[in-house]
Nanobody, 124 residues
Framework: QVQLVESGGGLVQAGGSLRLSCAASGRAFSTYTMGWFRQAPGKEREFVATINWSGGSTIHADSVKGRWSISRDNAKNTVYLQMNSLKPEDTAVYYC?????????????????WGQGTQVTVSS
């Protein structure tokens, strides 16, 4: 069983930055593909970014490409999401997820474990 705990959310003005962190339990973190998803009120959960086990391969959603960056530190069992140039439409609950299967994942069913989420609110 893997436990994921997100942190770093909060209220920020448009144009600002936040860095989300997701701390994972267990020794197998370095073997997992990790992902970030978000869900805004009344909307379905959507893919944000994913990173492979080594950090050498990433995919970012078009909506965040060029503004945000996913990274990981396997020594700390932590994955990060650096969010710059935030927009009001980025307001959502952000979830960290772990995938035990091979390859990157851009859809929710590809992931086996989920965190509880952290709220990000961007004011205009």
């Amino acid at each position: 069983q893997v436990q994921l705990v997100e942190s770093g959310g909060g209220l920020v003005q448009a144009g600002g930055s936040l860095r989300l962190s997701c701390a994972a339990s267990g020794r197998a973190f370095s073997t997992y593909t990790m992902g970030w998803f978000r869900q805004a009120p009344g909307k379905e959960r959507e893919f944000v970014a994913t990173i492979n086990w080594s950090g050498g391969s990433t995919i970012h959603a078009d909506s965040v490409k060029g503004r945000w960056s996913i990274s990981r530190d396997n020594a700390k069992n932590t994955v990060y999401l650096q969010m710059n140039s935030l927009k009001p439409e980025d307001t959502a609950v952000y979830y960290c997820a772990a995938r035990t299967g091979y390859g990157l994942g851009t859809v929710s069913p590809a992931y086996n474990y989920w965190g509880q989420g952290t709220q990000v609110t961007v004011s205009s």
